[in-house]
């Protein structure tokens, strides 16, 4: 199609201008001779106001216009292209361009409307999340964006309203309509369409649970429209329900907003809604940490070594021993690292986390992942993990120092960077740095440090690599751990993915949570995990298979579970409370693949989401719902029961 013709306001242009001012400094800083950009504006063609929301494609690279229509694409290799603009209620646009290298193409588009046939009808409506399992209050419907909604060959897909319009829909009666977005349970409907008029056809999703974390005695997941969920036990406000004089909830409970917050419903008399906008949760053993979408992090639960990193502020429904923030059975939001003293002291509003990317949960401390890189912790101290070159304890974060010599007393000089991924282990921790390699610090006298040691350290050393079996005094650089594309800590034990789909362990290896065969002794660096079959032959020697094609991996007390790309699941470890998911049977120290149990099928599939936790693990289906089995007493299964199950069983409420 051509371009169209319209007019260009003298405020699009210095939009326009912005847009090539901040493209021109994005390039240079690329430094990359063959790769250019596209930027520009779209607009209505027949009225001159910018569009949003339309989907501009060059190659393989896209984007959506903002609210002024502006859109930029970066690093587009040089040549020719055929770029297309696209947006329901408008006609499609192409047009052939060429990008030059370190030059940026401007490309003003015009979209015209659609004509609207008047033999055919329109459709349109909101989409919302649907109220399920919500135990007191109701929420204000939260419009869902990004839902794809079909009638017949149509398209429309929501926008942040969660409003969708399809045009030029044939008439008739008992149209199917139906609508997808991933995470949410598949809508089919039906709708009447008369020629020339709108049809108005307004419904809900399910929200699905996407993430799901294991704790001691309870378990905390998410759905994806950004509230959580919890079940197990309540000691200490664990299920951060706004309610501790209950003991334990066996099937989900959703987590109450904090008190601060505008709010809606009951919850001991107090006004409670829910708290919501959370993208990723994690259960520690004795408190549960969350972040929310705008970067800011989430606490509740016990606190008697700062924690919940609030400094023992006094907010919200929590209960308070000699003075100090014991525990808090809702959220409260992580102080920054800045020490400000709490409003009600002097008036002065309190500074609190913000930038954060990733948290992570152990017994009593927690860590925080920043989008510059650097690691940030808070709680209890005795044994280094807050990894600050000290031993006392933190209510608010402090910055983990950067890794010196680990045979030299000298002090670290700087701070810890370039990390991507964080855990948290009992009383250790584990940061993986954008170059592959993993550092500890913490605890480790079961060698969950890695670093051929068993001792302790308030500061970050470097796992090493298998090939350092044996290492004496001076004989020079150890060989590292290397290519690791995810970490995960378990209490006493830590376990490592490289990027061939192999996974690799080290420490507590008394139960066979290793994976190698064994199950005696510690593991000061880390071995290779076996295959399910290996085994040993009439001279006790192994015969060897290592497990491959793995995708993600977690850890627990003393079992350790990992995922294949065929999105199976396998565990190995401690199984006294049925926690392997293989029915009635000994400790495992190869992996072994988890049973079907109620799912009908011989193995558990279809997994997407793992977790470990203290004698039970759970998963998460593709289909949104969630598994779990092993310990049971405080109904952290979620399955209506206080039971143990040894293989899988479906958590209430989930489908």
């Known amino acids: 199609m051509k371009k169209q013709g319209f007019v260009l306001s003298l405020l699009a242009v210095l939009f326009l201008s912005a847009i090539l001012l901040f493209a021109g400094c994005s390039q240079g800083e690329e430094g990359v001779g063959d790769l250019g950009s596209v930027a520009g504006i779209v607009s209505d063609s027949s009225t001159g106001d910018p569009i949003e929301g339309v989907a501009v494609t060059v190659g393989d690279k896209s984007t959506n216009t903002d609210a002024q229509g502006r859109y930029l694409i970066l690093s587009v290799k040089q040549g020719n292209y055929t770029l297309t603009a696209t947006k329901e209620g408008y006609n499609n646009y192409s047009e052939d361009i060429t990008v030059q290298g370190e030059q940026t193409t401007v490309v003003l588009i015009g979209l015209t409307p659609s ?3 008047p033999d055919n009808g329109t459709v349109t409506g909101i989409v919302t999340v ?3 399992n919500v135990a007191v209050g109701t929420r204000t419907p939260q419009p869902i964006e990004g839902v794809e909604v079909t009638i017949g060959e149509l398209t429309a897909t929501t926008d942040e309203q969660g409003v969708y319009t399809i045009n030029n829909v044939p008439p008739g009666t008992g149209l199917a309509i139906t609508a997808s977005k991933e995470g949410y349970e598949d809508y089919e409907g039906t709708v009447d ?4 008029e709108t049809t108005q056809h307004n419904f809900s999703m399910k929200s699905l649970f996407i993430q799901v974390s294991s704790g ?6 998410m759905k ?3 509230t959580v969920w919890t079940w197990g036990r309540n000691e200490y406000g664990l299920l951060g329900i706004g309610d501790d004089t209950v003991i334990s909830v066996n099937t989900p409970v959703q987590v109450v907003a904090p008190v601060n917050e505008d709010v809606v419903g009951q919850v001991n008399g107090e006004e409670a809604e829910y708290l919501t906008d959370i993208i990723a949760i994690d259960a520690g053993q004795y408190h549960t940490v969350a972040l929310k979408s705008d970067g800011t992090v989430w606490t509740w639960g016990r606190n008697e070594y700062g924690q919940l990193g609030n400094g023992g502020n006094n907010e919200g429904n929590i209960r308070l021993v000699n003075g100090i923030l014991y525990y808090s059975n809702r959220p409260v939001q992580v102080l920054a690292p800045v020490v400000v003293v709490p ?29 510059d890189g650097t690691v940030w912790t808070w709680g209890r101290n005795n044994w280094g993990q807050l990894g600050n070159w000290d031993c006392g304890d933190e209510s608010i974060p402090v910055q983990v120092v950067a890794p010196t010599n680990m045979e030299l007393a000298i002090e670290p000089d700087g701070y810890l960077e370039g990390i991507t991924a ?4 009992s009383s250790h921790c584990m940061a993986l740095m954008e170059d592959g390699t993993v550092w500890t610090w913490g605890r480790g006298s079961d060698g969950q440090l890695g670093n051929n040691s068993t001792g302790s350290w308030s500061k970050p050393v470097q796992v090493w690599g298998q090939g350092n079996i044996v290492r004496e005094p001076n004989r020079g650089e150890p060989v590292y751990l290397e290519n690791i594309t995810a970490i995960a800590a378990g209490y006493w034990h830590s376990v490592a993915l490289m990027d061939d ?3 690799w362990t080290w420490g507590n290896g008394y139960y066979g949570q290793m994976g190698d065969g064994s199950d005696s002794g510690i593991r000061e660096i880390p071995v290779q995990v076996w295959a399910p079959g290996s085994a040993t032959d009439e001279q006790s020697r192994p015969v060897i298979n290592y497990l491959t094609g793995i995708t993600a991996i977690t850890a627990g007390d003393l079992h350790t579970m990992a995922l294949n790309e065929d999105s199976n699941v396998f565990t190995w470890g401690y199984n006294d409370r049925g926690q392997l998911g293989i029915g009635e049977a000994p400790d495992q120290s190869i992996p072994v693949q988890v049973w079907g149990g109620d799912t009908g099928d011989a193995f558990l599939g279809g997994v997407t989401v793992i977790t470990a936790g203290f004698e039970y693990t759970a998963a998460i289906k593709a289909d949104g719902s969630v598994w779990a089995w092993g310990r049971n007493d405080y109904g952290q299964l979620g399955d209506g029961t206080e039971d143990d199950k040894d293989t899988p069983v479906q958590v209430v409420g989930t489908p």
């Open 115 to 117: 004509p609207i046939d």
């Open 130 to 132: 649907a109220e399920s």
């Open 193 to 196: 369409v008369v020629a020339g």
């Open 216 to 221: 001691q005695y309870h378990t905390v997941a």
């Open 224 to 226: 994806s429209d950004g």
């Open 343 to 371: 409003a009600e002291v002097n008036g002065e509003e309190p500074q609190y986390l913000e930038g954060i990317t990733a948290v992570a949960a152990g017994e009593y401390h927690t860590m925080a992942l920043m989008e």
């Open 422 to 425: 964080i855990d948290a282990g």
């Open 501 to 503: 789909g192999t996974v």
